[in-house]
């Protein structure tokens, strides 16, 4: 193979690998927080696990995944683009780049950052899926009244929690960039019922800027990426070590999701390459979102039919793993909360509740059609 072919075969590799080593790290980290906040609200609070699955309404919480569902949407509007936060900042041309730091600070660069923080980080850490099946569950079972509040209380939360990821990004950039904004004095009402300041850009500077340095792609792995590979060795293997060692059910059941997430992680980012598809509809994250129910909920029919060692130590903690684990990891709230936010920003209002309608239809449907046969 010649240098030319060599350095080819690099350039076309080294993105999506480190792609996927970013999105490993923190679909880890955001499965493992998710655990941590579903577990103060589970079955699995105390030492043994039950008979049943770890998604069921205790402690007066409407469901168990409502605290890393409104955390995570928090965060993916924290981490948002220039455009989806609502502000015109000069010099941020790219979409990859966060809106809550300045144009030139030099994490600005790190694009594959970037990636894990909103694909890994926010969408490992909400989960539609869970949210889903708990819900339908519930219906199931003849409880129609929690079961429609949960989806609608859950919603209006998601959608709440990514208002004040924006609104915290706006105090950020003002903070931080205060000279690369000028606000008008008057606002308009926008599609979401806030007040939305009219920015106009600064007028141009006097001298043009030093472009922001790109990535080499031939070069060795940067310093970031072994910092990034090495944690993720860190991680997994304090997770293998907690799996077999812990004496709580709840460590080794959170542990042993956070193994599982990165194969769901990285399954929703290439379902996510079908976005480009369709403008008015994200079918790359309605896909992966749909399985992500079929999975949940066949998990849970093998579990009720006794298929995964019901009522088993070991079965009760795989059955909630492989649920929290590849079915939180393949699915999301943030990012469909996020998606839709844009779609009602772009003067499609109706397509965003379309959207929002449609995944809610196909997640239920999916989910029911498959559950409910076998409670019965």
């Known amino acids: 193979m010649t240098e030319t072919e060599t350095e080819h075969w690099t350039s076309a590799w080294r993105e999506p690998l480190d792609s996927v080593l970013y999105l490993s790290l923190f679909g880890v980290l955001g499965t493992l927080l998710r655990g941590g906040l579903v577990q103060q609200f589970s079955c699995y609070s105390n030492n ?43 010099g941020q041309t790219t979409q990859s ?11 600005q660069r790190l694009s594959s950052l970037h990636l894990g923080l909103r ?21 199931v079972h003849g409880d129609w009244a929690r079961g429609l509040i949960g989806y609608v209380v859950g919603a209006e939360l998601a959608a709440a929690s990514l208002m004040l990821g924006f609104h915290a990004v706006h105090a950020c950039h003002h903070s931080a960039v205060p000279a690369t904004v000028r606000d008008s004095e008057d606002s308009v009402l926008g599609d979401d019922g806030v007040d939305v300041a009219i920015r106009e850009p600064p007028p141009p500077p006097c001298s043009t800027p030093a472009p922001r340095p790109a990535d080499d792609p031939h070069g060795a792995w940067k310093i970031e990426d072994k910092l990034c590979l090495a944690l993720l060795l860190a991680c997994l ?8 060692a812990a004496p709580a059910a709840s460590s080794r059941s959170i542990c042993l999701a956070a193994l599982f997430g990165p194969f769901g992680v990285v399954a929703r980012w290439y379902l996510a390459k079908l976005n480009a598809r369709t403008a008015w509809l994200p079918i790359g994250t309605l896909a992966a979102n749909t399985l992500a129910c079929a999975f949940d ?20 903690l795989l059955s909630t793993a492989l649920q929290s684990g590849i079915g939180g990891g393949l699915s999301t709230v943030s990012t469909v909360a996020a998606e839709a936010s844009l779609l009602m920003q ?31």
């Open 48 to 90: 043994t696990p039950q008979g049943t699955t770890c998604n069921s309404l205790d402690d007066g919480a409407l469901f168990v995944t409502l605290a890393p569902n409104m955390l995570g949407c928090f965060f993916v509007g924290l981490f948002a683009t220039p455009v989806a936060a609502g502000l015109a900042v000069e």
């Open 97 to 107: 780049q966060l809106a809550c730091l300045r144009p030139e600070h030099r994490l």
């Open 119 to 139: 694909v890994g980080f926010c969408g490992s850490l909400t989960t539609w899926a869970s949210w889903n099946q708990t819900m339908v569950e519930r219906i």
């Open 237 to 244: 293997a304090g997770c293998i070590a907690t799996v077999v």
């Open 297 to 316: 909920a066949s998990v849970a029919s093998a579990f009720v039919a006794d298929k995964l060692g019901r009522g088993q130590y070991w079965g009760s």
């Open 346 to 376: 772009r003067g499609s209002r109706h397509r965003g509740y379309m959207y929002l309608g449609i995944t809610g239809a196909l997640g239920f449907g999916t989910a029911a059609v498959i559950y409910g046969p076998a409670t019965h």
